[in-house]
């Protein structure tokens, strides 16, 4: 790739004196091949439509929403957590739940229910509700119990646990990590904090 600079040094003519005009160039529009990167682009690469959930529509209209849990009628939704939990040694899809909880919930800090930045509500009135995208074929040897335990405070309305995550090749089965065979099990989590 070249490049192109134009500057206006002063030329010395043949009697001496400098001549400060600047030589002439053709114009370059601004559609020109020379620079596509500065070009502004004029309308967006894709178009992706924004929609509300069932539950967000139904809640910016005032009506009842028919979704799922995760809009409790009986919980003011402040934030959604998202995470992401891997089991690459052992099989355990509870290992795999806890850790996409603690990936959810760690990397945030809610000091407003403690320090009770939000008028008329306290500590104790933290509210839960858990979404866990897990592997159909795994679903009945998830253990919600252990997974609740990962919360530190807060009441849990609900642990829903659907039909997601992965199992995928880990590439390696190492028996003395309790492996059974080389799968890596992927679980997602939401986590739905109000009061």
Do not use: W
Not at 4 to 31: H, Q
Not at 75 to 95: A, C, N, P, R, W
Not at 145 to 170: A, H, M, N, T
Request: with cysteine.
């Amino acid at each position: 790739m070249s490049i192109c600079l134009v500057s206006k040094l002063p030329s010395f003519t043949s009697t001496g004196s400098v001549s400060f005009a600047p030589k002439t160039y053709p114009s370059l529009s601004s559609k020109s091949l020379l620079f596509p990167i500065i070009q502004p682009p004029t309308r967006p690469r894709f178009q992706r439509p924004i929609r509300a959930t069932a539950a967000m529509a139904a809640e910016q209209s005032g009506g009842t929403s028919t979704a799922s849990n995760t809009s409790n009628p009986a919980m003011k939704l402040l934030f959604v957590e998202m995470g992401v939990g891997y089991d690459q040694h052992g099989q355990d899809i509870t290992s795999a739940a806890t850790r996409a909880c603690r990936d959810a919930i760690s990397s945030n800090s809610i000091p407003a229910f403690r320090r009770g930045s939000i008028p008329g509500v306290s500590f104790e009135q933290m509210k839960l509700l858990i979404k866990l995208g897990v592997p159909h074929s795994l679903q009945q040897s998830l253990d919600i119990e252990r997974v609740k335990s990962v919360f530190p405070y807060g009441k849990i309305l609900d642990v829903e646990v659907v039909d997601g995550g992965l199992i995928c090749s880990s590439g390696v089965l190492v028996e003395e990590m309790g492996d059974k065979n080389d799968d890596c099990y992927i679980v997602n989590a939401a986590v739905y904090i109000g009061y």
